[in-house]
């Protein structure tokens, strides 16, 4: 028969075998623990029994003499179980007053310790049990007597017996209990390794939808693993999606631009003398496809997260303040207004100060942008519910619900704003910022307007 060494390999396998050498070892040293409590409780308590009859027969002797004693220990003897207990009375002289031991050296036993004497150095009236090996002997002085008793160690023996028969079987039970155990988690464990590398394997050949199966209400490692796989794969999912619409839309978005500027430079190419202007508007051409390229480069900068190394406290209502100060000259000469409303608590954020600077005024720069003279606009910090939030909000066209979830794509711009310049990356810029910070964006309807809040829940707010 051939055999499967592979199996000896799986993570199933090495478990059960792992559990088995456990249970194993806890088995002997189990066992080796209840030897030894057990052999030292049964002396104990065979001795403690030895000084109580000495203790007895000496109250008899000091009570009512020596006959009484010699009564007491032969009382003893007869109500012996097959010589499990012998006993021996000796006078002054060294003579045998009562007792059922025949012979034996009465010099082996001496002082006050209890000692061992095997069965064969005593000889005894009557048989003995056939499960003794000897006798745990101890003397003591009684008056002018000396009075030997000994109790056999078959007790133990038999307990000791009985309870390596309990462990062994205990034993067998628990090491099949943990072959089982080892085989089942691990069969579970290996499937749902399994589950994780097909998967990945699903995710490496393109199906990047692929996910790992969990369970509602699981919270072992495998699940947490499994979890932040899922997680992991659903960003990666997002990351390329937003590659794939970043591509999209450069080539759409872009390609306008450039046959514009082929033309003028065709032109140029066929004149004589070439025309100034039209080289002029060649060079805005140019610098309007750089100034995009550089844009979608620094989204891509804070996409990467890089700066959240370089954070630190900052304080957005001076952050509000000084976007405020460069934005309100522009305001008033598009007859707009714009206003500014500190929060009542200073509201500091752990962030980056230059990015926090270019949100607030791609914010007020877009609405500036989009909302016709008359229009105010304004900027709010507030700290009051235990987050900081920076708000700027306007009563002018407002954008459509169907745009809200739009407006933060690159070169996303709604139908109202075509006509106006630009390149729709700043509030996506907006959106990158803020999830740099871990900060939440929201968008509603100011009645009229737009309304735009960032609100940077869980930052230290002061």
């Known amino acids: 028969m051939k055999i499967p060494w592979s199996g000896f390999r799986s993570t199933s396998t090495k478990l059960s075998l792992q559990f088995a050498l456990l249970y194993s070892v806890l088995v002997a040293l189990m066992f080796l623990g209840a030897y030894r409590l057990s052999i030292y409780e049964i002396r104990d308590r065979t001795f403690d029994r030895m000084r109580a009859d000495a203790e007895t027969l000496t109250g008899v002797y000091a009570n009512h003499g020596a006959d009484r004693l010699t009564e007491h220990v032969k009382a003893l003897q007869t109500v012996n179980f097959e010589n499990s207990r012998i006993f021996l009375l000796l006078d002054q002289n060294d003579r045998t007053v009562s007792g059922n031991i025949l012979e034996m050296d009465p010099a082996a036993v001496t002082g006050d310790d209890v000692q061992f004497i095997p069965v064969n150095d005593i000889e005894i009236d009557g048989d003995h049990e056939d499960e ?85 209400g699981a919270s072992d490692d495998l699940s947490r693993v499994s979890e932040s796989v ?104 598009q007859s707009q207004t714009l206003r500014l409303t500190r929060s009542p608590s200073t509201a500091m954020v752990l962030g980056d100060r230059a990015l926090l600077l270019q949100l607030a005024s791609n914010l007020i720069e877009n609405a500036l942008r989009h909302c016709p003279e008359g229009t105010t606009i304004d900027v709010t910090v507030d700290a009051s519910d235990g987050h900081a939030t920076l708000t700027v909000s306007d009563n002018g066209p407002g954008i459509p619900i169907e745009d809200c979830e739009r407006v933060f794509r690159r070169f996303y711009r709604g139908d109202k704003s075509r006509s106006s310049a630009g390149h729709g990356l700043g509030l996506a810029m907006v959106s990158a910022i803020a999830t740099l910070h871990e900060a939440e964006v929201s968008l509603s309807d100011n009645e009229p307007g737009l309304t735009v809040g960032i609100t940077f829940r869980g930052l230290k707010v002061d």
């Open 132 to 216: 003794v090996n000897g006798y745990w002997l101890a003397q003591t002085r009684i008056g002018p007597f000396q009075f030997i008793q000994g109790t056999g160690d078959h007790v133990g023996s038999e307990v000791v017996e009985a309870l390596a028969v309990a462990l062994v079987i205990g034993s067998v039970m628990a090491i099949a209990a943990g072959l089982l155990a080892g085989v089942w988690v691990g069969k579970i464990t290996e499937k749902r390794i399994v589950d994780i590398s097909n998967t990945l394997d699903r995710v490496s050949t393109g199906d990047l939808q692929a996910r790992i199966p969990t369970s509602d």
């Open 230 to 333: 899922n997680a992991t794969l659903g960003r990666l999912e997002t990351l390329l999606e937003t590659q794939q619409q970043i591509s999209s839309d450069i080539a759409h978005d872009l390609r306008t631009p450039l046959q514009r500027l082929r033309q003028r430079l065709e032109r140029l190419q066929s004149q004589t003398q070439p025309d100034p202007s039209e080289a002029g508007a060649s060079l805005v051409e140019v610098e309007d496809i750089i100034t995009t390229f550089n844009a979608l480069l620094r989204i891509a900068q804070v996409e990467a997260g890089d700066q959240r190394a370089r954070f630190e406290k900052v304080d957005l209502d001076t952050v509000a303040e000084t976007v405020f100060e460069a934005f309100e000259p522009s305001a008033e000469n």
